[in-house]
């Protein structure tokens, strides 16, 4: 699982260093977010897919999935692009999970969710999570892996706890620091705060310097700008028994890779 891949370079460095991982590691599926993917804010049909010519099968994403407006009938054709399940279903293109076969042929569910402190007002993830794995007309297959983009640590610790045991992992995405807590919860799930970003590593979340600072020095609006230089890759391995759903480890990937 890859967080949020940032504007060219991200996904430059997706393409150069992600099917030689997949090979090494013999990794069976792979999701990345790709909200940041074009030119830092949003996704197009063209960035997404070179994510998927690169080996990744899903892409997840967050509340910038609506900053390019062509995404919006693709969210509706393709599959393989999640937006926020938590956005409702009254006239929100797209869909907020969906199941998938990885390629030793297990199937799995990814599921797409927002938190909302500090976020748009959407509906509550936790309760819309409950109406999922509980309410389903088919039950979801035992592996499921949760992207929950959020912005507080707390509400994405207290997701991955509230999912121990009901899910295979539980992985923060949104705020672009990795962090180093990753773990296996007490009942099975798989667990990271944030995932990390895959962008630029000279820059502020993958943005540059130089159209970020203003806003903090005088409050002056700027347009953000994706920086430049070396990527640093961020993902997580886990491993997962296919018949349980219970996940049995978790490694954090991190490469430094000239672009």
């Given at each position: 699982m890859i967080g949020d891949v940032i504007g060219k370079p991200g996904r430059v460095a997706?393409?150069?260093?992600?099917p030689a991982i997949r090979d090494e590691r013999r990794i069976d599926f792979v999701t990345a977010n790709g909200e940041n993917l074009a030119g830092g804010m949003g996704l197009t049909v063209s960035t997404a897919e070179a994510l998927f010519a690169a080996g990744v099968d899903v892409v997840t994403s967050g509340n910038h999935i609506w900053d390019k407006r062509e995404i919006y009938a693709f969210?509706?054709?393709?599959e393989r692009v999640?937006?926020?399940?938590?956005?409702?279903t009254h006239d929100v293109p797209g869909r907020g999970w969906g199941m998938y076969h990885a390629l030793d042929g297990s199937e799995l569910a990814v599921i797409n969710l927002q938190g909302r402190t500090y976020m748009q007002p959407i509906d509550n993830p936790f309760t819309e999570a409950d109406r999922l794995l509980d309410e389903s007309s088919e039950p979801l297959p035992p592996i499921r892996l949760v992207d929950f983009h959020c912005e507080l640590t707390s509400e994405k610790n207290a997701m991955g706890i509230y999912l121990d045991g009901r899910v295979s992992a539980v992985v923060g995405?949104?705020?672009h620091i990795v962090t180093g807590d990753e773990r296996?919860?007490?009942r099975g799930t798989a667990y990271q705060t944030d995932l990390g970003m895959t962008g630029p590593i000279d820059s502020v979340i993958g943005f540059n310097p130089a159209t970020v600072l203003p806003r903090f020095i005088n409050a002056l609006p700027t347009r953000f700008e994706?920086?430049?230089?070396p990527v640093i890759f961020n993902a997580a391995q886990i491993d997962i028994d296919p018949a349980t759903g219970r996940a049995i480890a978790i490694e954090r990937i991190?490469?430094?890779i000239e672009v």
């Open positions: 997706v393409e150069q260093i992600l969210l509706d054709q393709s999640l937006r926020p399940l938590n956005y409702g995405t949104h705020t296996i919860l007490n994706v920086g430049e230089g991190q490469r430094l």
